[in-house]
Structures are given as structure tokens and as C-alpha cells.
């Protein structure tokens, strides 16, 4: 990362977190690591999410091509969500976010601090 910058936008760890950030994306993400699921399946996953976010998150996701709507020949319309190849490279990072952030529970909990 020579000559990258965090202030001037050419950081490629920016441009990332850019993609997979907001309050539901990362949940949205390590739900879509299980496998491919139904718009209703992911609502009822992520309680507190409005349709528009979760549509809204779920088109962003498509833009960058990290997750796959896949529309099914059926009567009524079943529509289907997955990672694509480019999301599933990021199940590695999800685990390893997931890792961390049960160690930093774990500290904060022992140091009395809270983790939330």
C-alpha cells in the first residue's frame, strides 16, 4: 500500500469497507455465508430492519457484485440471494472479524469494560 493514502481516497481497505459498511451489511453478509436465502428468510434474520434498508443494502451489494440475486421461474416469483464469488473471498475476513470481536468481549468483559 505504498503511496496510499487514508485521507485522499486511494486506499484500497477504505474503498472496501466502503462496499460492506452500514449498520445491516455485515450482519446481512455473515447470513448469506450459510447459504443462499429468500428475502423473507433474511428479514426474519435481522430484526429491526426495514424492507427499504434491507432492499437498499441488498442492491448496494448486487452494484459490487458481492452478493447474486438469482429470480426463479416460478408462480408467484421466488427470488433468491447469495454470495457470489467475489463475497464468498470475504467469508475468510467475516470469520476472522468474528474471531476478534469474541476475544475483544472477552477482554473487555474481564477488564470490566463493556463491548457492544
Excluded at 485522499?8 to 436465502?37: M, N, P, Q, T, Y
Excluded at 447474486?68 to 476472522?96: F, M
Amino acid at each position: 500500500m505504498a503511496g496510499a493514502s487514508l485521507y485522499d481516497g486511494s486506499c484500497a481497505a477504505l474503498e472496501a469497507l466502503h462496499i460492506v459498511s452500514g449498520r445491516w451489511k455485515l450482519s446481512l453478509l455473515w447470513r448469506l455465508a450459510g447459504g443462499a436465502k429468500r428475502y423473507n428468510e433474511l428479514k426474519r434474520c435481522l430484526p429491526g430492519i426495514t424492507n427499504t434498508v434491507l432492499t437498499r443494502a441488498l442492491r448496494e451489494l448486487e452494484q459490487h457484485d458481492v452478493v447474486e440475486r438469482i429470480a426463479r421461474d416460478a408462480v408467484p416469483l421466488q427470488v433468491e440471494y447469495r454470495l457470489s464469488a467475489r463475497g464468498e473471498h470475504l467469508v475468510p475476513a467475516l470469520e476472522a472479524l468474528k474471531g476478534w470481536a469474541v476475544e475483544q468481549a472477552a477482554y473487555e468483559r474481564a477488564r470490566g469494560g463493556c463491548f457492544t
